[in-house]
């Protein structure tokens, strides 16, 4: 069965670039599914995709976070990343990872603060 995990720090400061790890366990990146998304949810909000990166490298953002927003994946370690920059207070939520076929990481916990 696959499993997704996130990991990456817990609390970055404002104007710093965070980054997230989703690692993929139980099946490949390159060929389990199309589609690796990133997710976050604010304190109090509904859920908010990001972005993804299909395969072959191709990556899809949400409009309001191009700009600021990267995915990457190291199909060698069969793992891919999401970098934000700039951050602000705005950007704490609990990051999840996905793939199309409904499996999800537990989600990780960013607060960005000084």
């Known amino acids: 069965q696959v499993q997704l995990q996130e990991s990456g720090p817990g609390l970055v400061k404002p104007s710093q670039t965070l980054s997230l790890t989703c690692t993929v366990a139980g099946g490949s990146i390159t060929t389990n599914s199309y589609y690796w998304s990133w997710i976050r949810q604010p304190p109090g909000k509904g859920l908010e995709w990001m972005g993804a990166?299909?395969?072959?490298?191709?990556?899809y953002y949400s409009p309001s976070q191009r700009g600021r927003t990267s995915i990457s994946r190291d199909t060698s370690k069969n793992q891919f990343t999401l970098q934000l920059s700039s951050v602000t207070p705005e950007d704490t939520a609990v990051y999840y990872c996905?793939?199309?076929?409904?499996?999800w990481g537990q989600g990780t916990r960013v607060t960005v603060s000084e």
């Open positions: 990166i299909a395969n072959g490298d191709r990556t």
């Open positions: 996905a793939d199309d076929l409904g499996h």
